[in-house]
């Protein structure tokens, strides 16, 4: 696809998602919650009952994934639970100016596990710091994959990183996700933002 229609495509989507985050709640919070990748929206439905003061939004790039989680906050009839069929990267741009992050979960993203394909990780530096600027002081990143190389890139990349600092907090919501309960076991690691740029 040509730059041109590539770039304009991408403005059109981020106006689609602007309008679509004005439409999902007339008052936005100041403090979110936010999972990426969420799938089915198993995790963070549970994580909105059990959190009602919380606002949370979910996203994932995949159209079916979405329409099944928005299916589920439905049935449990909860205003505080959205799920957005998009791009984490873009939705990050999207969102009012005022939202800060207070909690982001990432679990059992992507794993990418050849070699030539390790760029399409999300968790990576670029992105690190393009959530870092969305997220509060303070803020809490919540990564668990079952795929131990990417563990051990993720935890390298923090230990030195200038956004993040990883954490020993305890893991705050245990709600089994769909590929959690086809893994044999898992990492968890948690990381504090030192908050946006002044
Ligand atoms: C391996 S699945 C894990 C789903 C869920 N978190 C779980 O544990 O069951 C990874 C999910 O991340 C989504 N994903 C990948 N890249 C994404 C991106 N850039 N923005 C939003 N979602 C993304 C995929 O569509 C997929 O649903």
Not at 39 to 50: E, S
Not at 142 to 152: A, H, L, Q, S, V
Request: charged residues 20%.
């Amino acid at each position: 696809m040509p730059i041109e229609e590539a770039q304009a495509l991408r403005s059109a989507r981020l106006a689609a998602l602007r309008e679509e985050c004005a439409q999902l709640w007339g008052n936005w919070p100041t403090e979110l919650t936010l999972e990426i990748g969420c799938g089915h929206g198993h995790f963070l439905t549970a994580y909105a009952q059990a959190h009602p003061k919380e606002h949370c939004l979910g996203v994932d790039l995949l159209a079916d994934r979405i329409a099944r989680a928005r299916k589920k906050a439905t049935r449990a009839g909860l205003a505080n639970l959205a799920f957005f069929h998009a791009d984490a990267g873009l939705l990050l741009e999207a969102l009012p100016p005022a939202v800060r992050l207070t909690r982001v979960f990432v679990l059992f993203p992507d794993p990418w596990p050849k070699r030539r394909h390790h760029k399409n990780r999300i968790l990576q530096d670029p992105f690190l710091q393009q959530l870092a600027g969305r997220a509060g002081q303070g803020a809490l990143l919540c990564f668990r994959t079952d795929y131990e190389p990417y563990f051990r890139e993720v935890e390298t990349l923090l230990a030195t990183h200038s956004a993040w600092r990883p954490v020993g907090a305890p893991w705050p919501f245990e709600f089994e996700t769909v590929f959690q309960s086809r893994a044999d076991a898992h990492h968890s690691l948690l990381a504090k933002a030192a908050g946006p740029p002044p």
